[in-house]
């Protein structure tokens, strides 16, 4: 009886351990999340294009010129001859004024404009007392605007004489002014850590006035047809290339010009490589993605 017992429980441990070999052959092994799952990602295409490298600053549009006008004498105005607005050339009568120094009473003088241009500015009335230490009125000339701008001083350095700069202004939408840099400070403002510039405006249009805000648009920098990749494509100085096997493999990459939306990539990387652009942040090297094109 004792041996059938132990016929009994030895046939049942083979059959279990037979039962438990068969499974662990038929079980299929586990993949992990990564395998199973393959992380989608947005792609584009190395290509050549250009690369800028711009900024745009803010400016002031002023005249070439601007004089305030002193009267000769001390005296009463009697009258303004040249209303603000007009044109007037050297010499011309601006006001009239009644001289009231001592011995030249009731005498009629005139104060005239020292410089050719428009009248911007009567800063007295009719009937008020005028004297040589007080300025009577603005004249400008604004046949030659300029626009007035400060630049940083780390970029100071690509701005040089006779360079262009694009010009526009909010009162006049539809068109674009061309300057050339005239004048550039010697010297860092140690406040705000930059250097005036000066542009003289080529072919001004009347609309343009001094006092106008301006915006100011220049080319820091620029390579023409060289391997570029968008700046959110780059991570640490690197990109994910997907190959054929839609595998993200990380690649170091060396960095030329960094332009305003387009970087250059001077070597590690070829023309017609897929770069990730989008998801790269979850990437660490040899994972399997869904690469799909950016369309814009």
């Keep these: 009886m004792g041996s059938l017992k132990k016929i009994v429980i030895i046939i049942i441990v083979i059959l279990v351990i037979g039962a438990a070999l068969r499974i662990m ?18 792609v584009i295409s190395a290509t050549k294009t250009d690369v800028v490298r711009s900024c745009e600053l803010v400016g002031t549009i002023t005249a070439d010129k601007t004089v305030q006008i002193l009267p000769e004498t001390m005296g009463r105005v009697t009258k303004v001859i040249a209303p603000e607005g007009s044109r007037v ?48 009125a603005l004249v400008v000339d604004m046949s030659t605007l300029k626009v ?38 010697p010297i860092v403002d140690p406040l705000t850590k930059t250097v005036a510039v000066k542009a003289t405006i080529v072919q001004p249009s009347s609309g343009l006035k001094p006092g106008m805000t301006a915006r100011v648009s220049f080319k820091l920098g620029e390579r023409k047809n060289v391997i570029a990749v968008p700046a959110d494509a780059i991570v640490d100085n690197s990109v994910f290339v997907v190959s054929n096997d839609s595998l993200a493999q990380r690649r170091n990459i060396k960095i030329g010009l960094t332009g305003d939306e387009m970087v250059e990539i001077l070597e590690g990387l070829n023309e017609g490589e897929k770069i990730v652009v989008l998801g790269q942040q979850r990437l660490s090297g040899g994972e399997k993605v869904n690469p799909s094109e950016r369309t814009k």
Aim: aromatic share 6%.
């Design 148 to 185: 007035n701008f400060n630049v940083a001083e780390m970029d100071a350095q690509c701005f040089r004489s006779n360079n262009t700069v694009i010009v526009s202004v909010d009162a006049i939408p539809d068109k674009k002014f061309i300057a050339r840099i005239s004048e550039i400070s």
């Design 89 to 136: 050339n050297r010499g011309e009568r601006i006001i009239a004024i009644r001289n009231e120094s001592i011995g030249f009473e009731f005498e009629e003088a005139y104060v005239t404009s020292t410089i050719s241009g428009t009248v911007a500015k009567i800063l007295v009335d009719v009937g008020a007392t005028v004297s040589p230490q007080v300025p009577v």
């Design 25 to 42: 052959l038929n079980r299929k092994p586990v993949k992990t999340a990564v395998e199973r799952i393959a992380l989608p990602v947005e």
